[in-house]
């Protein structure tokens, strides 16, 4: 529903554009009418609408004077100037002062059904954008008035639901994410950190808790493939929207502490099973690495941590525990070889090997070269040229954007890590593998779409590596601004 505030200092005028809205426009409510300019200033401080339709001459404030209050004190509210055929050209004038559009009179319904429709899409927009800047808000903690919410969100209760595919969301580089919305044309709401991951919000009005569940179901079984594994997790409870900050954040945290390393995860929240603890084997192993951290005896470590990996992948141990003994091990190795070498570094590689290991396999293979590469004494992987080594593989890149591609697959076409690979994106391109294979996958698409804007946009997603439509349609908007299709059709009006 959005509001409108009808200003003119004739009765019969006033009426008559206030009945051809309510008759003709059943999603438009009229909160307020005025007289005049500084009446209608009033009337907004109590409640601000989205639309203003105004007469030009006005005794106290004329309509001009008043579009340009309006525009100062509330730049979202579009204004529209309605006057008479000898103030035509004055009204015209009045575009530059922030007017949207503008009116003759006498008005008749077909004029305003030829005004609203661009007005109702430039306001499905900008609701658009406010709801997914709000829910970013919501899905961060922030506690959002219930009267502001139920503007831009339908009324009633809700469920939720968080996909993540692979590891945790990066911590250390916020140059590799991107955002992801839904499409304006979806009735489910979410946000996802970066690309991989999706925090649900699910209106009761549209979906029942057993669509919910069908829905993460379906979610949970698409994502999964070789290269991958999905965690799901259902809250169980329908709440109220002004809740949802707080059901956020107790799915963030579920998250955190179920992510398993090449586990495949479908969860209820009330599955939560407790914290992680220590056996004795896994003691003595992890006493055993520090000790030979403290004395140097690098040889023997890396055979500790095939050990220590082994126990930690069939105890089935969490990311987030796995990581910190890691990186403990990795500041113990720093602080006993007194290292120059930077721990930030150390840390952007760690978190890429969690970010893109499919299997605990992958990860030990990436993390065991990390904790080498820490100690000066074991040998380096020699890179002789790494600006040519990563022209070939952006080379590599652009000629297969159509077939799915992993890191994994392109350090073993051009026979070097993970880690090596990563930093050479993160030093020359400034940003990480994964959104550099976004970025040029999506201007490619976006290339496509110039030469053909009729195209369908399944075709053009595939042409670059998308298989699923929609999710290439979430990516792109995320990235462009727009939606393809909304893309496309600029190009044909072009």
Known sequence: MYKAIVVDDEPTSLEHVCMILERNFPEVHIIGRANHGEEALELMKEEPPDLLFTDVRMPVMDGITLVKEVKKKYPKVLS????????????????????????????????????????????????????????????????????????????????????RKNGLP?????????ELFPLKEERIYFYGRDELEALYLFPEVFFKKE??????????????????????????????????????????????????????QFLTKEEYA????????????????????RYKEYGKIPQVFQELFRMWEGQKYGQLYIESWVKHFCRLIRNFWELDQDMIETEYAIDDAFYYAHTMENLKENILEIIEQCIPDLGKEPVNDKKQLLQSVKSHLNRNLAKPMTINEICREFGI?????????????????????????????????????????????????????????????????????EYMDKIQKK
Not at 82 to 101: Q, T
Not at 275 to 293: F, G, I, N, P, R
Not at 442 to 466: F, L, T, W
Request: net charge neutral; proline share 3%.
């Open 211 to 264: 669509d919910v569940n069908t829905i993460a179901q379906t979610v949970f079984n698409n994502a999964r493939d070789e290269h991958s594994y999905m965690t799901t997790i259902v809250y169980p409870h329908s709440f109220t929207l002004d809740e949802f900050a707080q059901i956020a954040r107790k799915l963030y945290q579920r998250l955190d502490r179920s992510i398993v390393v090449g586990e495949d």
């Open 274 to 293: 407790g914290e992680m603890k220590k056996d004795k084997a896994e003691s003595e192993l992890l006493e055993k690495a520090e000790y030979m951290v």
């Open 80 to 163: 529209v100037i309605i006057s008479g055929y000898s103030e035509f050209e004055y009204a015209r004038e009045a575009l530059g002062a922030g007017v949207c559009d503008y009116l003759l009179k006498p008005l008749t319904p077909s004029d305003m059904n030829q005004l609203m429709e661009p007005l109702v899409k430039q306001l499905e927009g900008l609701f658009y954008q406010e709801r997914n800047e709000m829910l970013k808000r919501m899905c961060g903690g922030e506690q959002l008035k219930e009267e502001t919410l139920v503007r831009y969100f339908p009324k009633g209760r809700y469920y939720s639901a968080i996909c």
């Open 170 to 178: 990066k911590r250390f580089n916020a140059m590799s994410s991107v």
């Open 417 to 485: 890590s993970q880690t090596v690979l990563s930093k050479m994106f993160r030093s020359y391109e400034n940003t990480s593998f994964s959104n550099y294979l976004t970025g040029i996958r999506i201007k490619k698409a976006q290339e496509h779409m110039r030469n053909d804007p009729s195209a369908y946009v399944k075709d053009v997603a595939e042409r670059v590596g998308y298989q699923d439509q929609f999710y290439f349609s979430r990516i792109f908007r995320s990235m462009v601004g727009v939606s393809p299709s």
